[in-house]
């Protein structure tokens, strides 16, 4: 599997299995089992999918070692502000059954970023993430978090595809050393 380097020097994986719309914990659990046992390196969940648990028991079923994973989670927007996103964090990690993230994202541009952003950046220096970064922000709403915040986002995770090649968004992000995940 290939890897990219990140902004902040980790490597992730290039492909990885996301779990969004898995709703069943039994099919996802197997799911991502299924992914592991296949090669898959990158997983990719969020609070608000509701299967944090499910990839977790996957992950421990799977006896990967701990070190060759990327786990990606997601912070939801009802849980926006500094106090709630580190109480959030925690209970990801606790459902995930793990010790640290790879990358924890702001899932949406909406409600206290920068309160969660500060939160995250704690936790990036803590060292309970290895990266941070943002789901589904427009470039107005990136620049402006890079520009008043002291770690730059190492991931911008939005829709591309070649019907939505985000050109100008890909190179914003490129000035930034923002990388794209889709």
């Known amino acids: 599997m290939q ?20 709703t069943d914990a039994k099919e996802c ?4 089992y299924d992914a592991l046992m296949a090669g898959y390196r990158l997983i990719d969940t969020a609070a608000a999918y509701l299967n944090e ?5 996957a992950i421990k079923r799977s006896g990967v070692p701990r070190e060759e994973l990327f786990i990606t989670t997601k912070l939801w927007i009802q849980d926006a502000g500094y106090e709630s996103t580190k109480k959030a964090f925690e209970k990801s990690l ?3 059954q ?7 994202l702001i899932h949406q541009p909406f409600g206290d970023v920068y309160g969660s952003w500060r939160a995250m950046e704690e936790l990036y220096r803590e060292g309970k993430i290895r990266a941070i970064g943002v789901s589904n922000f427009q470039m107005d709403r990136l620049v402006d978090l890079i520009l008043h915040n002291e770690v730059v986002p190492a991931v911008n995770q939005i829709e591309t595809h070649p019907f939505c090649q985000q050109i100008e968004s890909a190179k914003v992000m490129k000035e930034y050393n923002v990388q794209i995940e889709s």
Do not use: H, S, T
């Open 29 to 32: 659990e197997q799911c991502v």
């Open 98 to 104: 793990l010790d640290y993230l790879d990358l924890y």
């Open 94 to 96: 606790k459902r995930l």
């Open 3 to 22: 890897n990219i380097i990140l902004n902040n020097g980790v490597e992730m994986p290039i492909l990885g299995f996301g779990v969004y719309q898995i």
């Open 53 to 57: 648990e499910a990839v977790g028991r």
